[in-house]
């Protein structure tokens, strides 16, 4: 397996409150990605990192901020957790280009 | 906007038979389309890919075909096994550029019986 960390791998929260999800890489690819995978609609992206403090969003960026401070790690944050974020959140990287996107095993996450 | 397009949404194969999995995009500028497989619990891991230079590419049991004029793409999977159930999703994107974002289809449970 590529050296892509995500932490933690299942939480429950509350609605309203704050959530932070990180991904951690020992490989130094440059892309950093973070998707939401859910029943029927596949693989959306939410954010995603192509250096260090260069982020953008995806498709799906409405209540989820990023951070990239260092190469290696790329961080996810629900300010507000609501319902409709229950979802598992991978995290993948890249070379760029043609190369092949890695991914971490995901984090499931509950808000109730 | 759903940039690819991907059918069915699930399959069931009789072991040994030929799992057949459908991919239309709609963005032209599109020249990478890598295929990933899933298994539950686990994220996706790159299967196959093409580029559109070519119409046909194959990896052991696993070939993609492209059609570059009808802007689609499938995954061939020959003499399916129990091992091959997963999840498999198309992708696709544009490699130049600066940010390299894959775009992908809503997935499709291949389910193949012993």
């Known amino acids: 397996d590529a050296g892509i960390t995500q932490s933690p791998r299942h939480k429950v929260t509350e609605t309203g409150t704050p959530v932070t999800l990180r991904c951690h890489q020992t490989e130094n690819h440059r892309y950093m990605y973070w998707y939401r995978q859910d029943p029927g609609h596949g693989l959306r992206l939410i954010h995603y990192s192509y250096g260090v403090k260069d982020t953008d969003k995806g498709e799906v960026s409405d209540g989820y901020s990023v951070s990239r401070s260092k190469t290696e790690d790329f961080l996810l944050t629900l300010e507000s957790a609501t319902s409709s974020q229950t979802s598992v959140y991978f995290c993948a990287i890249s070379m760029g280009g043609d190369t092949e996107a890695f991914f971490g095993q995901g984090t499931r996450l509950t808000v109730v | 906007q759903q940039q690819v397009k991907q059918s069915p949404q699930s399959l069931i194969v009789q072991k040994g038979g030929i799992s057949i999995i459908n991919c239309a995009y709609e963005n032209t500028a599109f020249d990478y389309f890598p295929w990933y497989q899933q298994f539950p619990g686990k994220g996706p891991a790159l299967l196959i890919a093409i580029r559109p230079d070519v119409s046909e590419k194959k990896e052991g049991r696993f070939t993609i075909s492209f059609n570059k004029s009808a802007k689609q793409f499938s995954l061939h999977i020959m003499d399916s096994q129990p091992g091959d159930s997963a999840t498999y999703f198309c992708?696709?994107?544009?490699?130049?550029?600066?940010?390299?974002?894959?775009?992908f289809g809503k997935g499709t449970l291949l389910t193949v019986n012993p």
């Open positions: 992708a696709a994107k544009r490699s130049g550029g600066s940010n390299y974002k894959l775009t």
